[in-house]
T-cell receptor, first 115, second 116 residues
Framework: AQSVAQPEDQVNVAEGNPLTVKCTYS??????LFWYVQYPNRGLQFLLK????DNLVKGSYGFEAEFNKSQTSFHLKKPSALVSDSALYFC?????????????WGLGTSLAVNP | GAGVSQTPSNKVTEKGKYVELRCDPI?????LYWYRQSLGQGPEFLIY????????DSGLPNDRFFAVRPEGSVSTLKIQRTERGDSAVYLC??????????????FGPGTRLLVL
């Protein structure tokens, strides 16, 4: 069965410091991996995805994520956090095999960037 | 429109009533997805359409839930005999297609359903 774990309910970081939001996954085959951000009372916004190729993926708003197959991880990173990055972050996965297109989601990590 | 739109933004109904939730995808997107999100949870897949047909409805929780997309654009999620446990935010997403490089899902703002 496919699953996603986001081990931290909340991450706190000071503005200007690097941030990491963790994600690990489990699929039977090879994964497609996604990060989305959710601001209060707004929909989910796509940040970045890993499909194939370079393990380091760059996305919107200066975010990047590194696919690590051996550790089955896809941690989200940003070199210098902004207060405006404070939001709820979701990792999602789908198995490449088969025809299903549904995404399996983690529970989310609340990021608080303190000024 | 520029993004996925959903109406209504909020819906309050009484237990046992019927509700319809509408999703208008990004123009030209052939795939459409419905999820629901309960408080403190990630989105939970319900159903997805490729064109007019439901390609995967495995996430619909029971036969009170039904969705249609008759012309391959707008979709309606229908819930019969609503129960308090149906209260959640219902999210709609669309993607340009389902090929590897087309399948990024773009989400609407959601419909917040409250069943009293």
């Amino acid at each position: 069965a496919q699953s996603v774990a986001q081990p931290e309910d909340q991450v706190n970081v000071a503005e200007g410091n690097p941030l990491t939001v963790k994600c690990t996954y489990s699929v039977s085959g090879n994964p497609y991996l996604f990060w989305y951000v959710q601001y209060p009372n707004r929909g989910l916004q796509f940040l970045l995805k890993y499909i194939t190729g370079d393990n380091l993926v760059k996305g919107s708003y200066g975010f990047e994520a590194e696919f690590n197959k051996s550790q089955t991880s896809f941690h989200l990173k940003k070199p210098s956090a902004l207060v405006s990055d404070s939001a709820l972050y979701f990792c999602a996965v789908r198995d490449r095999a088969g025809n299903n297109r549904k995404l399996i989601w983690g529970l989310g990590t609340s990021l608080a960037v303190n000024p | 429109g520029a993004g996925v739109s959903q109406t209504p933004s909020n819906k309050v109904t009484e237990k046992g009533k019927y509700v319809e939730l509408r999703c208008d995808p990004i123009s030209g997107h052939t795939a459409l997805y419905w999820y629901r999100q309960s408080l403190g949870q990630g989105p939970e897949f319900l159903i997805y359409f490729q064109g007019t047909g439901a390609a995967d409805d495995s996430g619909l929780p029971n036969d009170r839930f039904f969705a249609v997309r008759p012309e391959g654009s707008v979709s309606t999620l229908k819930i019969q005999r609503t129960e308090r446990g149906d209260s959640a935010v219902y999210l709609c997403a669309s993607s340009a297609g389902t090929g590897t490089y087309q399948e990024t899902q773009y989400f609407g703002p959601g419909t917040r359903l409250l069943v009293l």
